[in-house]
Structure formats: structure tokens, C-alpha cells
């Protein structure tokens, strides 16, 4: 029996293991910058609404309660300007890595198949391409045109790693070219709500979709702009037809979202001062630290929004998370998005107030 595992690429961050250990050996400490996940507390309303649906002893729906789809629908068109949506057009998930590891699958992408991913890219995207058995094409949007065919376009703006914005045009030819091919979209929208220099704008925008979401579909994540990567709290939206197709595959494989996490989620969408209060946060801490990196002799590339500083030092991203490391300072290399990448660091915005001042402490000598 073939085993899947075996064309699976390695697990990123196993291959960082001993630049951590130099980065922790520093007198004053660690700096964690590596991975994207939030420091800071789950707000009031959240807990409180996740403890008042907590004696729930029965199995909750995969399809999520009402309440959720519709809080989904309204945070959708209040926050990014989307058109008004169906709840028949929302489907919770239990964290947005999981859905997008099993999307090419549950879609019936057959083997052989093209799915494309951006260049510069979220690993996941070319894992449920390989566990689908389906063919991984690197294509950013300047390169899909000399792509033929695909069964799956996924693009992701604001970017991870790169925090690069497309606009409306680039995404409305993305959409264009997928329907004249009958392939759907995946808009990885996880950090739409992290802008700072560029606004980012959801596949769902009738600027972009023209008011009609065939073949589109949106992934949002409670994890970055509500803190509660912990809860892992996420929902697909768009095309109704497609949901269903994907309810149908969820239910009967059991993927459900806890009740008292649905319950959570809908104060977490229903409420947007938190939202804003966590975006300051991060605004700020990129004040600080992004002039430090560029001090340091780093270029930032793109990274007008998001949770991440693209940076190079023109040499391999290996040597500069190493020089990083010396410094007590952890970041990803570039490599581990794709090829393009071999140059560049992604260093996260994820850090206490103390932790990202220490790191701009010593990236300033």
C-alpha cells in the first residue's frame, strides 16, 4: 500500500530546531517570532458567551446553529463590505487549517488534476493538493494565464507570509479566468481584518465577484483578529452549492464544531470592538519593530498587511534566521512557502509588548 505520508514534504518547523535552541540560549531570553499565534487575552464577551453555553450535553449540528450562520453573514458584510449572504451559505469549521488540508479532497478534485497555489505560500495549500493525489502549479496572478487548466485556484490576500495585498482588478481576473476553466476559488481571507498600508478586499465583494458567488469560496478564521487560534474557530462562505457538497462530506466524516464554540463565535462576530482593539495592538507592535528590522539592515518587502514582516538580507533565509538566532530572535525562513522564498525571513508580530520591544532592543545593537 502506498503511504500518503511519504510524499507529504517535511513538517516546517521540525527543521528549525536547532536555530531555536541558539535563539533561547540568549541571557535576556527568547523572542518567539516564528509562528503566528496570538499572545494575548481571550476578551470578556467571548469567554462569558463559551461558559454560558457549556452544559450542553448533546451533539451539536455540523451545519452550526443558525445563530452562528447569521452572525457569519452579518461580521461578513459589516466588516468587508460583502454582499448579504444566505446562512445556507456558511459552514463552521473546526479551525481553518483543517478545512483547507481536506478541501481538494472533499471537492472530488481527481488525481492527476491541477490545483494551483500562489508562489510564496501557506504551506497547507500544497498539502491538500498531495493528499488529494491531485498536481500542486506554483502561479502567482501575473503567472495563471499560462496555466491551462485547474480544478482549484487558491489565492490568499492579505498574503501569509508575504502580508502582500491584491486589489480589486487582480482578483476579479483571477475569478474570470477560474470561471471560464469551471474552477472553483479559494480566498484564504484569514487576516482581511490586520490592514495597515493597503485595504484588502474578500472574493465575495460584488466588485469582485459581480454579485454572484459561483465557484468562490471564502475562508475566515477567528483565530488572528479574535485570538482564539486555541478554540480553533473558523467558516467557509460563498457559493451555497459548494457548501453543501462540503456539509455533506463533514457530516458524515464527523467534523463538528464544539457547541460552546459555536456559542463563542457568535459574540466573538457579533462584536467588533474587540476586533479593533486587537488590530491597535498589532499596529503598534509593527511601529516598533518593523523600523528595528529595516535598522538591522533588512528589507521589508510587500507586508501591507497581515501579521508578518517579509524581510531579506539578499542572502539565504537560512543564514539570516541563524543571524536572528544570535540575537535571541526566532523566525521562519523563507523556504518554508516555496522556492521563491529562499531569500527572505517571515518574522511575526505575535509577541508581547515586552518581548517585541526586547527583539527591536537587539536587532538595534
Known sequence: MKRVST????????TI?????TAAAHPDGIVDLSVGTPVDPVDPVIRAALAAASDFPGYPTTVGTRELRCAATSALTRRYSTAQLDDSAILPVIGTKEAIAGLVSALGVEPGENVIIPQVAYPTYEVSAILAGATPIRADASGIADVDSAAIVFVNSPSNPTGAVMDVDTLRRIVAWARDRNAVVVSDECYLGLAWEAEPVSVLDPRV??????????????????????????FLAGDAELIAELLAVRKHSGFIVPFPIQA??????DDDRHVDEQAARYRARRDILKPA????????????????????????????IEWLAQRGILAAPGDFY???GVNHVRIALTATDERIEAAARRLRG
Open 7 to 14: 510524499a507529504l514534504p517535511d513538517f516546517p518547523w521540525d
Open 17 to 21: 530546531a536547532a536555530v531555536k535552541r
Open 209 to 234: 465577484s459581480g454579485g454572484d458567488h459561483t465557484g468562490l469560496l471564502a475562508v475566515h478564521s477567528l483565530s488572528k483578529v479574535s485570538n482564539l487560534a486555541s478554540y480553533r474557530a473558523g
Open 264 to 269: 463563542a463565535m457568535v459574540a466573538a462576530l
Open 293 to 320: 528590522v529595516e535598522a538591522a539592515g533588512f528589507t521589508v518587502d510587500h507586508s501591507q498587511a497581515g501579521l508578518y514582516l517579509w524581510s531579506t538580507r539578499r542572502e539565504s533565509g537560512r543564514d539570516s
Open 338 to 340: 516555496g522556492p521563491a
